[in-house]
């Protein structure tokens, strides 16, 4: 859905991310990569998979180019078409890649043997690592990270992840009218690309946490978390 010519949505429950403001966190125009290191996120543990590509490019920053997703295919070629794209976009990057824990899962070959989509994705050339399991570690990591200073920034091309943003993610109501909603984020459309965003925030954040600090930076409100 469209409202006046940008990204909108029907908001129907609760709100996941308190923090997103769109005319703050969208960008006006393309984000161009300047040749800085990228990270993955991937929601691999199924067949509606989704990916995210995002850059550091200060210490307190967070660009997110790219995102994937599509509503019915297989691992193995959403890697490949994933892939492709990147290094058509984003030639010679150096890549991290997180995924969804469940990713890692086994399950049974034709040949007897086992596998896991984060294994079948490692096939492909994807070194991806599981990321953290605790959901709401990863909602706090997206939100608090949206309230520093020029911290999130999303390029416009990103239609999915914002109209998520802009109430697609969300916990849906426990009956009709009754102010009571669901422990968690309703399985839909967007909640594949926002798990992706999540899975590879919340690893930038755990590994910026690990850091030493050498002085202390502005942020928009106490807590707020920086990468």
């Known amino acids: 859905m469209y409202v006046e010519g940008k990204p909108g949505v029907i908001v129907t429950g609760k709100l996941v991310y308190n923090n997103f403001k769109r005319n703050y ?17 991937w929601d ?7 990916a995210v590509v995002v850059g550091v490019p200060s210490p307190r920053q967070v660009h997110v180019f790219k995102e994937f997703h599509h509503d019915k295919m297989n691992i193995v070629g959403f890697a490949k078409h994933v892939i492709n794209q990147c290094n058509i976009l984003f030639p010679g990057a150096e890549w991290l890649d997180w995924g969804d824990p469940a990713g890692e899962n086994k399950f049974s070959t034709k040949d007897g043997g086992w596998t896991s989509n984060a294994q079948l994705m490692r096939e492909q ?14 909602y ?17 091309s990103c239609t999915r992840l914002i109209n998520g943003f802009m109430g697609g993610y969300h916990y849906g109501e426990v009956g009709a009218g009754t102010g009571i909603y669901q422990d968690t984020p309703l399985k839909n459309r967007f909640s594949h690309i926002h798990d992706a965003l999540q899975y590879v925030m919340v690893r930038l954040v755990e590994n910026n946490r690990k850091k030493p600090k050498s002085g202390r930076w502005k942020r928009r409100n106490r807590g707020a978390m920086a990468i």
């Open 25 to 41: 966190h969208v960008a006006k125009d393309q984000l161009i990569w300047s040749g800085i290191p990228l990270y993955r996120g």
């Open 44 to 50: 691999n543990s199924g067949n509606i998979p989704a």
């Open 125 to 138: 050339g994807v070194a991806v690592q599981p990321s953290e399991q605790n959901p709401q570690a990863r």
């Open 140 to 156: 706090n990591a997206v939100d608090d990270q949206l309230l520093v200073i020029d911290g999130v920034l999303i390029d416009p």
